[in-house]
Structure formats: C-alpha cells, structure tokens
C-alpha cells in the first residue's frame, strides 16, 4: 500500500499504543507528554530537511514513519525503569524495534521501505553508523539523527533557560548538577569526536555532548537551523563562565558550524 495513504493508520496505532501507558502520577504523565511531543516535532523536522533536499512525497512519507515510530521503546523503557537513560535501563531504539516487530506494525509496507524504516530506528541513537553502511538505509538513517538532533536541541535548550523554574531530572537524565567536567569529554570534543554516553558524569558533561553533536550533523537545512536557532550559543550560556575547556569546545563547535554552513550554501 501506498506510504501517503498507510500514514493516518500508522499515526493512529502510535497514539493508541502510547494512550496505555497514560499515568495518574504527574510527574510520569509529564515524561511521557515530553517523548509524544518530542516525536510529534521530529516528524516536522524530518519533513522540512526532507523537503529541502527534494524527496519525493512517498520519500518524505518513509521518512514520516520512520521518525513517527523513532522513539516507540520510549514508553516501555520509561514504564520499567522510570528514566530515559539507556545506560541506566536498555538501548530504547532496539526496543523500538522490539515493539514495532511484535506488533507488526509494518505489516502492510513494501518489505524493502519497511527494512529502511527499521534499520532507521535502530540506527538513531548510535555513537556512529556503521562504516560498510550506503545508499538509501545510510541516507534515511542520517536524515533520521538530523531531526531528532533538531528537536533535542529545542527542548534542552528551552529547558536549560528555564531549568531555575522546574527541575526536571528526566531531561537531566539523573545526572548531579555541579561544576565538575570530566577530562574524557572535553578530550573527546577538543579532537572534534562525538562524546560517549557511557563517559557523562555530570550534567554539565551533558551540555557538553550535546555541543559536540554539530560534528555528527549531515544536511544543509539541519545546519541552517542550528545556526538560526543559536543553538550552541545557547549551550554555552548553560554552562559555567570563565573555563578555558569550555571556551575551547565552544570555539572549536562555532568554527565548524560556520565552515559546513559556508561550504553547503
């Protein structure tokens, strides 16, 4: 069946399947509203960098599923382990994945489009994707990080303005809000390479990670809108005035960013 027309069908099942998990607890329902939002805003995301790089209508509608059904695990690992960090639970993209196999959720997609969807999913929290990787599961896949990135870089920097209002430990991931940086992350990003999750010991590491991930951003439209959105600077003002590490980081992110937005004009 054709994708355009399978879309509302598959929309439907997301709500549906996300509405069992619904909590008279505020403090889970508010985590849970945080993931459907963020999921609603990264299928807008995917769709506006899609559309900057001339995708056809069934093109934009793989890739509409594919962030529609990107952070599905969420709401399980949520429900066992009452936190987002798959360090402290499990990987959420594989049981993603999990949850879309067991309830066939693609059942009624070209085998071939349903592959690239999946391979997506499972794909959009890595580190790195994998080198022998190409043609179209490398190039959904990359469009599929560039949104969620987008997004996540929208709520945590909202959040980081406001945090003095409303703490939020699941946005924080748990993580102690003092002053330390670990040594690992700022030698990760001063070499220009992505931060591991396994290397966060603060939250200020965090803010850190999500700086570096200018490095692993791969489209036009998706460096266009980091730099009109003043996403890293709004990082940098989250973080302690006067570090010289910090500076670097910072510094060396900018650099990067106006270099990629020069040479993809």
Not at 12 to 35: C, G, M, P, T, V
Not at 135 to 147: S, T, V
Not at 197 to 220: A, P
Request: aromatic share 8%.
């Amino acid at each position: 069946m054709n994708l355009e027309r399978l879309l509302p069908k598959l929309k439907r099942w997301s709500e549906n399947y996300i509405a069992q998990f619904a909590s008279r607890d505020l403090d889970i329902q508010k985590a849970l509203d945080l993931k459907q939002a963020h999921i609603k805003r990264v299928c807008d995301a995917i769709l506006d960098i899609g559309r900057h790089e001339g995708l056809s209508e069934d093109d934009l509608a793989l890739a509409e599923v594919a962030a529609l059904l990107h952070d599905i695990g969420r709401f399980e690992q949520y429900r066992k382990y009452k936190t987002f960090s798959d360090v402290r639970s499990e990987n959420h993209a594989l049981l993603g994945v999990k949850i879309i196999h067991e309830n066939n959720v693609l059942r009624d997609i070209d085998p071939e489009k349903a592959k690239v969807i999946i391979r997506a999913v499972a794909y959009h929290n890595k580190a790195t994707l994998p080198a022998d990787e190409n043609g179209r599961d490398l190039f959904f896949m990359k469009l599929l990080r560039d949104a969620d990135k987008v997004d996540i870089w929208h709520v945590v920097t909202d959040y980081y303005g406001n945090a003095h209002k409303d703490r939020n430990p699941t946005i924080e991931l748990n993580l102690p809000n003092t002053p330390d940086i670990s040594d690992s992350v700022c030698r990760s990003l001063t070499k220009g390479n992505i931060v591991q999750m396994r290397d966060l010991k603060t939250l200020n590491d965090f803010k850190l990670l999500q700086m570096g991930w200018i490095y692993d951003v791969n489209f036009r439209r998706t460096f266009q809108i980091v730099q009109e959105r003043q996403y890293l600077e709004q990082l940098r003002q989250a973080l302690p005035e006067g570090s010289i590490r910090i500076n670097q980081v910072y510094e060396r992110t900018r650099e990067y960013l106006h270099r990629k937005v020069e040479v993809k004009s």
